[in-house]
């Protein structure tokens, strides 16, 4: 939710600002096909298996999103993320009996890909001849695991790939996958990893052709982004299991931030990450608990994203246990 001078904008505002951000946005050029795609596998994941149980569905936002300066874009705002930790988590999620919607940025860290090289299509074969070429021996498990997962979860209807560039697709394909997901009630879940941009250029008043740096320095304003976790929450997919993240590079105020996006969005989870130990451990923050998690390599942990799920799961479980009472 916005906020000016810190008091909390009404609902009614903020769903003012949120569908205007919807209408000044660039549609969608592939809006028919997201919509088709989603909703055929909602469907195939919504069919209660042989035991007669449900299967939980969980969208995996990942990556982050870019902020054009132009129509026709050839600058844009950026943010580091990799996309590591929705690639990871995507992997156990599946691993845990999960269908994943991947809704990632383009060109990040893919599920199953984590283990090869920076660019594997040049490093990972090998030039034989000019009718052969072949994995190479260093590689070929890691490939072959990648290949193979990856295959098997995609034809088998339990991981759909959207990918999104900018603020503005990103925004609109969550919005198109909460309300397909509503159908699924607390069976589904959307663990919000992405980084999503704070602040943008309208496109009504973004320069439709790049901009010349002969025009001397650069003055631009930025909007705020409209905060819609709570609207997602309240009204896109309310009965869905909600988690979203935190990171700040100050580990003095990460808890509190986590905590008042807790209250503020109505989330059941908020994982606080502080930049710099990121990789190592994570604070799981609840209205009842806070829980530290931690990568642990002496139980074969490679990375936090293995125990943090493993909890993830627990927690949802028992959520989807309750909401069936």
């Known amino acids: 939710m916005s906020l000016t001078n810190g008091l909390e904008i009404p609902k009614e505002t903020l769903d003012a600002e949120i569908q205007a951000f919807f209408d000044s946005a660039p549609p969608l050029k592939n809006r028919v096909d997201i919509s088709e795609k989603l909703e055929e596998f909602v469907k195939k994941n919504s069919i209660p298996s042989g035991s007669g149980g449900v299967r939980k569905v969980v969208c995996v936002t990942s990556g982050g999103t870019t902020v054009p300066l132009e129509q026709r874009c050839v600058r844009y705002i950026d943010n580091f993320s990799s996309g590591y930790r929705g690639a990871a988590s995507t992997e156990y999620f599946l691993k ?3 269908a994943v919607i991947f809704l990632y940025r383009r060109g990040t860290c893919q599920p199953y890909c984590r283990s090869l090289p920076d660019d594997p299509l040049l490093e990972c074969f090998e030039y034989m001849d000019e009718s052969n070429i072949k994995v190479s021996q260093p590689h070929s498990e890691a490939v072959r695991n990648a290949i193979t997962k990856n295959r098997a ?3 088998g209807s339990l991981l759909l790939k959207l990918p999104f560039t900018t603020i503005f697709e ?5 919005q198109m996958i909460a309300l397909s997901m509503r159908s699924l009630g607390p069976h589904a879940m959307l663990y919000l990893a992405a980084a999503v941009s704070d602040f943008y250029v309208p496109w009504k008043s973004m320069a439709e052709h ?3 740096s002969g025009a001397g320095p650069l003055d631009m304003r930025l909007v705020q982004v409209p905060k819609m976790l709570l609207v997602l929450r309240q009204d896109w997919a309310p009965k869905a299991f909600c988690i979203s993240f935190k990171l700040e590079t100050d580990s003095k105020i990460l808890l509190e931030k986590a905590d008042m996006a807790l209250k ?3 989330m059941h989870m908020v994982v606080a990450n502080e930049l710099s130990t990121r990789k190592e451990e994570v604070v799981v923050v609840r209205s009842n ?3 530290s998690v ?5 139980l074969g942990d ?9 909890l993830i799961v627990e927690r949802h479980s028992a959520y989807v246990n309750n909401s069936d009472i």
């Open 170 to 174: 990103y925004l609109q394909m969550l």
């Open 289 to 291: 608990e806070k829980v």
């Open 153 to 155: 979860a995609v034809t």
């Open 96 to 98: 845990a009996g999960y």
């Open 264 to 266: 503020k969005y109505k």
């Open 294 to 298: 931690h990568r642990n390599n002496s």
């Open 302 to 310: 490679n990375d936090v994203e293995s125990p943090l799920i493993e």
């Open 210 to 212: 790049k901009i010349q």
